[in-house]
Nanobody
Framework: VQLVESGGGLVQAGDSLRLSCTVS????????MGWFRRAPGKEREFVAA???????TRYADSVRGRFTISRDGAKAAYLQMMDLKPEDTATYYC?????????????????WGPGTRVTVST
C-alpha cells in the first residue's frame, strides 16, 4: 500500500486548503483512513479520521467545525481545511490500514504517506 499526500502550501490565516491522499497498491475499502499532523518541535497529533464505509468520522477538538474529512472508496481521502490558523502549521500525514474503533490512534495505522507541508501565516 502506498500513500501520497498533496495540496499543502503557504496560505494566510483565514484561508482554505484541500489536502488529498492518493492510495495505490493493495487497497481495502473497509480500512479507515486518517489524517495526522506534526508541527515543528511537537509530537504527531490526530486530526481527523473516516471509517471504511464513510459513515463515521472523528475530529480533534482543535479542528472540529473547520476541517472536513471525506473519501473516495479506497482510492483517496481528502481533508478540506477552512479558516486556517497559524497553529495549523504542520506537516500533514495520511494513513490507512486500521479499523474504525482504532482510527483515532496513530499507532494503529501501518501505512503512512510521506506528508505534505502546510504553513499558515498571520
Amino acid at each position: 500500500v502506498q500513500l501520497v499526500e498533496s495540496g499543502g502550501g503557504l496560505v494566510q490565516a483565514g484561508d482554505s486548503l484541500r489536502l488529498s491522499c492518493t492510495v495505490s497498491g493493495r487497497t481495502f475499502e473497509h480500512y479507515a483512513m486518517g489524517w495526522f499532523r506534526r508541527a515543528p518541535g511537537k509530537e504527531r497529533e490526530f486530526v481527523a479520521a473516516i471509517s471504511g464505509s464513510g459513515s463515521t468520522t472523528r475530529y480533534a477538538d482543535s479542528v472540529r467545525g473547520r476541517f472536513t474529512i471525506s473519501r473516495d472508496g479506497a482510492k483517496a481521502a481528502y481533508l478540506q481545511m477552512m479558516d486556517l490558523k497559524p497553529e495549523d502549521t504542520a506537516t500533514y500525514y495520511c494513513a490507512t490500514g486500521t479499523t474504525a474503533p482504532a482510527m483515532g490512534f496513530a499507532r494503529s495505522y501501518p501505512y503512512w504517506g510521506p506528508g505534505t507541508r502546510v504553513t499558515v501565516s498571520t
